[in-house]
């Protein structure tokens, strides 16, 4: 099993930046996919980016303008970073992750979910 622990969500002003960190702890040794997703209120839960294990990186055109992604498998922490925030980006964010048998081939596919960590942007 994985833990993931989201940090640095909070309030921040228009225009500012923002960077939220995701730990992965426990038996880590088959994630592959880390990523995070969002939900604003009333909306449906998106993806903002994901990272491989190899670095291969995915972020949808929506999201390229303001967001990037990174990850460290050393510390096995992935981090979003947010640049230039609008309100509309204010949403819970969730780091997810997954183990895949890319990994190794002992490793059995299986999602997991961060508790999420709000981020509100004001205008």
């Known amino acids: 099993q994985v833990q993931l622990t989201e940090s640095g969500g909070g309030f921040v002003e228009a225009g500012d930046s923002l960077r939220l960190s995701c730990a992965a702890s426990?038996?880590?040794?088959?994630?592959?996919?880390m990523g995070w997703y969002r939900q604003a209120p009333g909306k449906e839960r998106e993806l903002v980016a994901a990272i491989l294990y190899d670095g291969t990186k995915y972020v949808p055109d929506s999201m390229k303008a303001r967001f990037t992604i990174s990850r460290d498998n050393a510390t096995n922490t992935v981090y979003l970073q947010g640049n230039k925030m609008q309100p509309e980006d204010t949403a819970v964010y969730y780091c997810t992750a997954d183990d895949h048998p890319t990994r190794s081939t002992r490793c059995i596919r299986h999602d997991y979910w961060g508790q999420g960590t709000q981020v509100t942007v004001s205008s």
């Open positions: 426990g038996d880590t040794s088959c994630l592959s996919t």
